[in-house]
């Protein structure tokens, strides 16, 4: 933050608190490195702990509506048990990682609209505790899921929107208590069968698992389906595979299934597709060969002075990944800007309703 926060919860004079991220842009399983910076008030004080809380919303199912809570995902301890005398300029530098399944907030320099999360720094003063600063973070998607992003828009795949929905997917391995999905209108050449996509990242330290959900058009005596694969890629993968045509062939491969398991009437049963690079079956679950270590991607800085965007979903945003011409990225317009991110999370957060790490 370029201002101090006043700690208005230990009353006139309390110190004040002032978080400065060294680079608020970064990727899944970085550190996020800066310092927190406290100013004494009129009187001494004895500092329980300074901790840092990454914060985002998550749409959460509810009894009679779906509503949006801020949930915080990972808490980190910068100090504890020191004494701020009236005046003292006090300094606590910090390293955190960042869970390898935050969920991404921009691509190639633009927000995903619906996406915001800020990290909280959490003063406690002899038992009483003020969330004080809050600072905006920027979180890249790791150069293997650039690589995907990137070919959903070049296949004319059209970006719906994105959210984080609370829950567990069954058969991978997460880390969080939600998972984010970014949703997209179906490109020409699928929509004969599919309706809409939405894709799901869960990273580790070795690869990403990536969770597709299809949803199928319905015909004249059938409603519509929903198809779902999964598929283990490397960090390793993200420079030597044709990432178009991979996600050709997941897309056709789950067309193939389901002509398969929903055969037209009087017609046979045509033989599975399978996936490149030695995935597993469509639906299956398996990994495929070479698992690599990211190394060596430096997180990019982040563009200031986005367009207004308060709504989550916005259809007509164009492609989120629709690819790089000239260097630069198509299809996104839209977002949150930097001040926009404390409107997203609004007045509720001490509602969260979120697993500490």
């Given at each position: 933050?370029?201002?101090?926060?006043?700690?208005?919860?230990f009353?006139?004079?309390?110190?004040?608190?002032?978080?400065?991220?060294?680079?608020?842009?970064?990727?899944?399983?970085?550190?996020?490195?800066?310092?927190?910076?406290l100013?004494g008030g009129?009187?001494?004080?004895?500092?329980d702990?300074?901790?840092?809380g990454?914060?985002?919303?998550v749409?959460?199912d509810?009894?009679?509506?779906?509503h949006d809570?801020?949930?915080?995902?990972?808490?980190?301890?910068?100090?504890?048990?020191?004494?701020?005398?009236?005046?003292?300029?006090?300094?606590?530098?910090?390293?955190?990682?960042?869970?390898?399944?935050?969920p991404?907030?921009?691509?190639?320099?633009?927000?995903?609209?619906?996406?915001?999360l800020?990290?909280?720094?959490?003063?406690?003063?002899?038992?009483?505790?003020?969330k004080?600063?809050?600072?905006?973070v920027?979180?890249h998607?790791?150069?293997?899921?650039?690589?995907?992003?990137?070919?959903?828009?070049?296949?004319?795949?059209?970006?719906?929107?994105?959210?984080?929905?609370?829950?567990?997917?069954?058969?991978?391995h997460?880390t969080l208590?939600?998972?984010?999905?970014?949703?997209?209108f179906?490109?020409?050449?699928?929509?004969?069968?599919v309706?809409?996509?939405?894709?799901?990242?869960l990273?580790d330290?070795?690869?990403?698992?990536?969770?597709?959900?299809?949803?199928?058009?319905?015909?004249?005596?059938?409603g519509?389906?929903?198809?779902?694969?999964?598929?283990?890629?490397?960090?390793?993968?993200?420079?030597?595979?044709d990432?178009?045509?991979?996600?050709?062939?997941?897309?056709?491969?789950?067309?193939t299934?389901?002509?398969?398991?929903?055969?037209?009437?009087?017609?046979?049963?045509p033989?599975?597709?399978?996936?490149?690079?030695?995935?597993?079956?469509?639906?299956?679950?398996?990994?495929?060969p070479g698992?690599?270590?990211?190394?060596?991607?430096p997180?990019p800085?982040h563009?200031?002075?986005?367009?207004?965007?308060?709504e989550?979903?916005?259809?007509g945003?164009?492609?989120v990944a629709a690819g790089?011409?000239?260097?630069?990225?198509l299809?996104?317009?839209?977002?949150l800007?930097a001040?926009?991110?404390?409107?997203?999370f609004?007045?509720?957060?001490?509602d969260?309703g979120?697993?500490e790490?």
């Open positions: 933050m370029v201002f101090k926060k006043m700690l208005g919860a009353g006139v004079g309390a110190p004040s608190v002032d978080t400065v991220l060294t680079n608020p842009s970064t990727r899944p399983g970085m550190l996020l490195g800066g310092q927190v910076n100013t009129s009187y001494d004080v004895e500092l702990h300074v901790v840092l990454l914060i985002t919303r749409e959460v509810g009894a009679e509506a779906d809570a801020t949930v915080e995902f990972h808490r980190a301890t910068v100090a504890g048990g020191l004494r701020l005398a009236p005046g003292q300029q006090l300094t606590l530098p910090f390293q955190i990682p960042l869970p390898w399944q935050t991404v907030t921009d691509f190639y320099g633009q927000p995903l609209p619906g996406m915001a800020g990290l909280r720094t959490e003063v406690a003063i002899r038992g009483a505790v003020d004080g600063d809050l600072d905006p920027y979180v998607p790791l150069p293997v899921q650039e690589r995907i992003l990137a070919a959903f828009g070049q296949l004319g795949f059209q970006f719906k929107g994105a959210d984080l929905e609370r829950g567990q997917i069954a058969g991978v997460q208590p939600f998972y984010q999905e970014i949703e997209y179906a490109a020409p050449q699928y929509a004969h069968g309706t809409e996509v939405e894709l799901t990242f990273a330290e070795h690869g990403v698992d990536v969770v597709l959900e299809f949803d199928r058009r319905g015909g004249l005596f059938s519509g389906h929903d198809t779902y694969g999964r598929y283990r890629v490397s960090h390793a993968d993200a420079d030597r595979l990432w178009v045509a991979e996600v050709d062939q997941w897309v056709r491969a789950a067309l299934q389901y002509q398969t398991l929903h055969p037209a009437p009087g017609h046979g049963h033989g599975y597709a399978q996936p490149g690079h030695g995935q597993p079956a469509y639906g299956q679950p398996g990994y495929g698992y690599g270590q990211p190394g060596g991607y997180p800085q563009s200031y002075g986005h367009p207004e965007q308060h989550r979903r916005g259809p945003m164009g492609a790089v011409v000239g260097g630069a990225a299809g996104m317009a839209g977002g800007v001040g926009e991110v404390f409107d997203a609004g007045d509720d957060e001490g969260d979120g697993e790490e």
